[in-house]
């Protein structure tokens, strides 16, 4: 019987171990292709690359046949279900994720979810798939590519086989009628009974994204977020309780009459 196509993408690069994870989680049960960004493009959110050439170059990393591009993983999902892929996809995959991409803020800059909603975009269902990572411990991660040591590998692994069993679920449910994103995010800490639980973006503010420095202002991650509205079962407050969360992001509303 043949494997159902996925088509996997990421903001993190072609290198990520937690990339690495996904794929092979992935590959028991689909056809993957591999159609990823060449370094980190994380916080880019749905940014297209305009003016200058886009260049794709054959892959088979990760026992998987695909693509390097040097654009932004909505550029990698759009080239290759347009011009690259040679049938379409019966779903699109983009992670994991180094990081949680919970709440609407982060959720509307993230490039892993952009991935995912290009895929929506064009029809198609799609998934999301970040990993929270042990507070003060990100940016050590994210410089190794998520080889950061057993514990957070052994983390990595079984998230992204959890997730992998989501992505079957949705591709057996059938094509869905309505643009929507799947948006995992599993925790850093995971209760003993952890599972995968129904949730809604968390609202809230990040303030600030720039601090100074010598040369100017840099990118740098509030610690407080000011909650405009609180929900018991929202994204936030499930990874603090140690469970996966899972949010349904519905993009046919919005042509709703």
Known sequence: MTRPIALVTNDDGVDSFFFEVLVEALLPDFAVRLAVPAGEQSWIGRAVTRHRALHAEATTRYGAPGWVIDGTPTDC???????????????????????????????????????????????????????????????????????????????????????AGVVRTVVDAGAAADLTVHNLNFPAHPAEDLRVERTRPALVALGCLFAPRDDGYRFSMPLRRKVLAEHANDDLACLLRGQASHSVIDLSIYGAA
Do not use: C
């Not at 709440?103 to 800059?109: A, D, H, K, N, V």
């Not at 929270?132 to 990100?138: D, V």
């Not at 050590?140 to 692994?157: H, Q, T």
């Open 77 to 163: 999902v759009n080239l290759a279900l347009g011009r690259l892929l040679e049938a379409p996809p019966a779903v699109v995959v983009s992670g994991m994720n180094i990081g949680f991409n919970a709440t609407l803020p982060l959720i509307l800059g993230s490039g892993t979810v952009a991935g995912a909603v290009e895929g929506a975009l064009w029809g198609l269902p799609a998934v999301a798939v970040s990993q929270q990572i042990p507070h003060g411990h990100f940016e050590a991660v994210r410089k190794a590519d998520g080889r950061a040591g057993p514990e957070i590998e052994a983390l990595a692994r079984r998230s992204a086989a959890m997730a």
